[in-house]
């Protein structure tokens, strides 16, 4: 079945949309739960409005909801299989297990729905979905369409009290005598927030560096460092969520590159380089140097590979360009972030040589980090200090998603 849905997905002609209104949802993968109401025909109008801003939408229907719309529309609407019973696959862990999904929408919820997920009752597909998330802790947004009379039925209004503060609601517009589900617009809104959508960072052009360089020794042989590049990926995740167009020059690091943007690969500090100037042709509003570019690169690398029957070699190195400081000369008025990498030094050893970059390359923020003993550690965590002149904030020891979130936010504060 998995290979069924791969090839839906691949071709289906419903996919020509995706992205088509913006890339702030790349990569996330939501899952539309469509409760038995009469309002269940705006679901086709909020997964394809999702999917217009990347998103893949998969649909689980109730029986109720069948009756009312085939859920071949869904599957033309979505192109993914539409879940109307769990089988053997076990949909229901597939879609709302731990990290399987990034949200999960009710739309439209009915009083009945939400009574089974406050008092664990699951025995339709929906309500067994929501009963796997909800225990995931994958988010769920809940959209409650019913007529006033239910909505102000004391058990309802005591199954939303207790849920509340554990899941996110749409509130209903109260209209003829019903609480009517939202508007898929607001719907959307609401999920864009939710994924760090920003007014401030919406259509900016930002050109990023991100991972290691390697440098040939010969054709075999290369020199290089440890960098993942996850940093630099997490924080082109974190623009393009917030709706900004995002060109990432891109060095071989481990981690995949985010979608939604345009990744340009590159091997060398040179290919690097040159890849930045000639994207730089363009006019870009933000230009972010999280790459690990090497400093310094082999003066005569061999066209051959060198036999290892030698005892001894010697390897001259010679100065790689320094691509940030550059920037400012192509492009003047661009807002320009670097980051400094420092190993086993003191805080303000560490504010000193960001200060010194600052001012060599007339950046406008450095993001300086120690990558040294403890660091290495546990590489997925660290603490960044945002140095701009007159100012410096840390991050604290977090994550590198947060350290990624925290960054965005400081550049974003820098924008306003």
């Known amino acids: 079945m998995a290979d069924k849905k791969k090839t839906i997905k691949k071709d289906h002609p419903s996919l020509d ?3 088509s209104s913006g890339v702030e949802l790349s990569g996330k993968k939501i899952v539309l739960c469509v409760a038995g109401s009469v309002a269940a025909y705006k679901a086709i109008e909020l997964a394809r409005m999702l999917m217009r801003h990347g998103a893949d939408v998969t649909c689980v229907a109730t029986s109720a909801v069948t009756k009312l719309i085939q859920p071949e529309y869904f599957k033309w609407a979505t192109g993914n299989e539409v879940i109307t019973k769990l089988t053997g696959e076990l949909e229901h862990i597939r879609l709302a297990d731990y990290n399987q999904s990034d949200m999960v929408i009710v739309y439209p919820a009915t009083a009945n729905t939400l009574g089974k997920l406050a008092n664990g009752i699951d ?5 067994t979905v929501l009963t ?3 225990g995931s802790k994958i ?4 959209c409650l369409a019913m007529h006033a009379s239910m909505y102000e039925n004391s058990a309802v209004k005591k199954n939303i009290d207790f849920l509340k503060n554990k899941i996110n609601f ?7 005598g019903k609480a009517k589900a939202s508007e898929p617009e607001d719907v959307l809104d609401y999920v864009l927030k939710k994924f760090g959508s920003s007014a401030v960072l919406k259509n900016k052009k930002i050109l990023m560096t991100a991972g290691p360089t390697i440098e040939y020794i010969d054709p075999v042989r290369v020199i290089t460092n440890q960098s993942s590049g996850k940093t630099g990926v997490l924080l082109a995740s974190e623009f393009i969520s917030a709706g900004a167009k995002v060109t990432l020059v891109y060095g071989p690091g481990v981690e995949k590159p985010p979608r939604g943007a345009k990744v340009i690969n590159v091997s060398t500090s040179r290919e690097m380089f040159d890849a930045v100037k000639l994207e730089m042709k363009k006019k870009f509003d933000i230009v972010i140097m999280a790459a690990a570019a090497a400093d310094y690169t082999p003066e005569n690398p061999s066209r051959k590979k060198i036999k290892s029957t030698q005892k001894k070699i010697k390897i001259s190195l010679k100065k790689a360009p320094k ?15 670097g980051f400094k990498a420092e190993a086993n030094i003191s805080k303000t ?5 960001a200060q010194r970059k600052l001012k060599e390359s007339n950046a406008d923020m450095i ?16 603490e960044v200090l945002v140095i701009d002149p007159g100012k410096v904030r840390s991050s604290g020891w977090k994550n590198k998603e947060k350290i990624a979130n925290f960054i965005r936010k400081e550049i974003e504060d820098k924008l306003k």
């Open 170 to 176: 749409a509130k209903p517009q109260m209209i003829e």
């Open 367 to 382: 993001i300086a980090n120690d990558i040294g003993s403890k660091y290495q550690k546990n590489i997925n965590k660290n």
């Open 323 to 337: 691509i940030i400081d550059q920037v400012k000369k192509i492009q003047k008025n661009v807002l320009l972030i």
């Open 132 to 134: 796997v998330a909800f």
């Open 139 to 142: 988010p769920i947004l809940m």
């Open 17 to 19: 949309i995706v992205s």
């Open 349 to 353: 050893e560490l504010v000193k040589a």
């Open 123 to 127: 025995d339709t597909p929906v309500s």
